[in-house]
């Protein structure tokens, strides 16, 4: 067993090493994205200040050696704060997207294989939500349960979960009756192992671009809601509050306390972006030989 599964954890790591060799751009996007997750679990503890200690006497100071990224209109550190926004910002998105991506995915798979009232069902329920204009049907969802973070996550989730569901649906409309899937049949494999390990696999690397641009769309999502109120809820260190509450002193010149925040945001979504290639590439089952 064990000479077996020296191979096979070697050729999955040379697989990767390859991917990030291959495209450069895939490198840097999952540097940023490593420096980003780094930064959410080690950053609280490594940030100069406490992102919620209020001092008068410094506020709305410039950038400085003291205080990198200046100081807010209560005179918190700016720099701290946004480092320690990171990781409320990195678990509202990936939960989101997670959620999206299992429910969808489940969804999708049981339109596109049983079909017939399952599809018609599953396809007017997608139908509905995509009807609203997504951020206005997080924006009803999140006041009606309550501006709370675990809400800010299912709003997303919800709204995310057609996405996921029309490609797998699309996808395994398609390869359901392939000749690779009837001779899993044939061997005896029940229809949900056999949408679960040879059909669902190949709808994996669509579904992965899909990931990237949604996590990036859920990080500005949670800092919409932020910034008009319905979101976390301050003094909780969020970006979207952050630059809520920096721009009303753009025009008196105190530009550094919106500017950061809306960097580091601009920062994270471009990461996840640039990402969706990559992740393509590694889950595509073509790629691995």
């Known amino acids: 067993m064990s000479d077996v599964a020296i191979p096979r954890q070697q050729s999955r790591w040379a697989h990767i090493a390859y991917v990030l060799r291959d495209n450069p751009v ?3 996007a999952f540097s940023m994205f ?18 919620l200690a209020t001092n008068a006497a410094n506020a709305l100071q410039p950038p400085s050696w ?13 720099f701290s704060r946004v480092i320690v926004a990171t990781r409320l910002d ?6 989101a997207v997670a959620l999206s991506f299992v429910i969808g995915g489940v969804l999708g798979a049981i339109a596109g294989y049983w079909g ?12 509905t939500i995509m009807a609203f204009p997504l951020f206005v049907l997080a924006m009803g969802i999140v006041a009606a349960l309550g501006n709370t973070v675990e809400n800010i996550i299912y709003a ?8 996921y569901a029309r490609v797998v649906r699309a996808e395994v409309n398609i390869r359901r009756e392939a000749g690779f899937v009837q001779s899993a049949r044939l061997a005896g494999n029940s229809h949900i192992r056999v949408v679960a390990f040879h059909i669902f696999p190949n709808a994996l690397p669509p579904m992965m671009v899909q990931v990237s641009l949604n996590l990036g769309w859920a990080i500005l999502n949670a800092a919409g809601l932020s910034f008009i109120g319905l979101g976390v809820r301050p003094p909780t260190p ?6 809520a509450e920096g721009a009303n002193f753009i025009v008196s010149g105190q530009w550094w306390v919106a500017l950061f925040p809306g960097l ?6 471009f990461t996840f972006n640039l990402m969706g290639d990559g992740l393509r590439d590694l889950v595509d089952p073509r790629r691995r030989t």
């Open 66 to 78: 003291h205080h990198w990224f200046g100081t807010d209109s209560l005179g918190r550190d700016v």
């Open 238 to 243: 969020e970006w979207g509050i952050m630059v």
């Open 156 to 163: 997303t989730a919800i709204i995310n979960i057609p996405f």
């Open 116 to 127: 017939g009232w399952w599809d018609a069902i599953l396809n007017r329920l997608f139908d």
């Open 90 to 95: 990195l678990t509202i998105s990936v939960a």
């Open 264 to 269: 580091w945001l601009m920062l994270a979504v």
């Open 26 to 28: 895939t490198l840097v």
């Open 34 to 51: 490593a420096f980003l997750v780094l930064s959410a679990i080690f950053g609280p503890a490594l940030v100069p200040y406490d992102p």
